[in-house]
């Protein structure tokens, strides 16, 4: 047997064994999951910009990324995010 048979038959088996993905289900999962993060992150550097008008926008921004992270802590606390990752995919961690 040839190099490139064997090349062949090893790849035939690979794409045969490989889990089949739904892509276009993934793909709308991981857009709203990840669009639903970034407006909880807009809605947070929006209320700290009311809060706190005298900040300047980097300092919103970190501020608005430690929240984020720390729900994202406190829902792997508690099991809510490893559904949440499954669910969305790249779209739940992507954002932060």
Known sequence: ????E???EYLDYVSEKAPKTKAPKSLF???VI??????LGQFIADSIKIL???LYQTEIN????IILIF???LFTGIGI?????YLGGAGAFIPI
Do not use: E, Y
Not at 1 to 4: A, K, N
Not at 62 to 65: A, E, G, I, P, Q
């Open 34 to 39: 990840g669009g639903l993060i970034c407006c």
């Open 71 to 73: 729900i994202a802590i």
């Open 62 to 65: 970190t501020w608005m990324l």
């Open 29 to 31: 999962w991981a857009f």
């Open 81 to 85: 995010w490893d559904r949440v990752g």
């Open 1 to 4: 047997m040839d190099r490139q």
């Open 52 to 54: 706190f008008p005298a």
């Open 6 to 8: 064997r090349n062949k």
